[in-house]
């Protein structure tokens, strides 16, 4: 049956004729994700053919009408300043009816792009320099999308990078109480409780119009990077479903959140997480470096807040599908996601620690 859902979905794409073969593609974990070759061989054109995850994503095609906004936009944008808008920007193939996805039989919505060609991804940021190279990939983007109306865009999911609604859903998670957990992770609560005024601030910078209403990306890893594969330097941000208005601060607290944390996500040895702060620095040189001008002195004092919120933000995620009984969040142990959690609360300790250098290094930047 999906042999002939592929042929039927490629066969509604404006792609060259010829023999094509199809196959999975990638690591992805939300959508699904295939590598269509027409003329396999020395002349061979290469596709990227995903089938959007509609659990995930409520209303795949505004995600669709996000991503063709925000590519067209960024289009112009790269050609203004002498790049190859083909290359440096993912590019939607249309279908024979005009619009810029097919959907199945069975309702799921497909769409296709050109393939980049000649860039690598890699999964860990594992050296500075790596990781510098992530965060100029993605200041580059905030800067390049700093004119574009952020409101345009609709929210693909709902207040996904928002930490007082996170901070509700958990306090709405410990009056359930459903999978009856709560007498272990008292202290844990109590940890979070601290923070109930705090998770507040970027939001309120933004109602008093300190900082702007952005186009953020809202997953920034670094394989969300497609690197040239001679030069090692950043191509092209691809990944673009979570592409909605935001703020910037979230965006670089993410990727400290995770590439400046010294042990794994879900290390139990708490001694082991730290924040490295080579690794913040190294981000935020990248990120800032880029950014230059389209961004503003508050914002860039709150970049560190940034890293701070994520961190408390994914950490209350994990206590609250742990207190719910594992629902979201995938496990492969018992408690988990509170080990989870543990270590993120861990990182926001080791941040308050090292909080003045944190500043002094966006001051110095």
Not at 356 to 364: C, L, Q
Request: aromatic residues 8%.
């Amino acid at each position: 049956m999906e042999n002939k859902i592929l042929h039927d979905v490629i066969a509604q794409f404006t792609l060259p004729e010829g023999e094509y073969t199809v196959a999975p593609y990638g690591n992805g974990h939300i959508n699904v994700t295939y590598c269509v070759v027409k003329n396999p061989g020395e002349n061979q054109q290469r596709f990227i053919l995903q089938r959007v995850n509609r659990y995930v994503f409520k209303e795949p095609v505004k995600l669709i009408e996000n991503v063709e906004q925000v590519t067209e936009f960024l289009r112009g944008v790269i050609a203004g300043e002498g790049g190859d808008p083909y290359r440096e920007t993912l590019t939607l193939v249309p279908a024979k009816d005009g619009k810029n996805y097919v959907i199945d039989e069975e309702g799921e919505l497909w769409r296709v792009y050109l393939f980049v060609e000649q860039t690598i991804s890699r999964d860990l940021p594992d050296t500075t320099e790596l990781f510098e190279l992530s965060g100029a990939a993605f200041g580059k983007f905030q800067r390049q999308l700093s004119a574009f109306p952020a409101e345009k865009l609709v929210e693909t999911i709902v207040d996904f990078h928002n930490t007082p609604a996170r901070f509700e859903q958990l306090m709405d998670a410990i009056r359930r109480n459903d999978a009856g957990r709560i007498d272990d992770v008292q202290e844990e609560i109590a940890f979070c409780m601290k923070y109930q005024q705090e998770v507040h601030t970027l939001l309120d910078a933004l109602k008093a119009g300190e900082i702007p209403l952005r186009v953020t990306h809202n997953d920034t890893k670094l394989n969300n990077v497609l690197l040239d594969e001679t030069t090692g330097k950043g191509v092209c941000v691809i990944d673009l479903d979570t592409v909605m208005p935001g703020l910037a601060a979230y965006d670089f607290g993410d990727s400290i959140r995770f590439g400046a944390n010294t042990a794994a996500e879900d290390e139990t040895d708490l001694e082991k997480v730290q924040l490295s702060l080579p690794m913040f620095e190294a981000f935020a040189r990248g990120f800032v470096g880029e950014c230059g001008s389209a961004m503003g002195q508050r914002e860039k004092e709150l970049l560190p807040m940034g890293a701070k919120l994520m961190t408390l933000e994914c950490g209350m995620r994990f206590l609250a599908d742990h207190l719910n009984g594992d629902k979201y969040f995938r496990i492969h142990r018992e408690n988990h996601n509170l080990d989870r959690a543990r270590n993120q609360f861990q990182l926001v300790r080791r941040m308050e620690e090292k909080w003045d250098e944190m500043m002094a290094i966006i001051r110095s930047i």
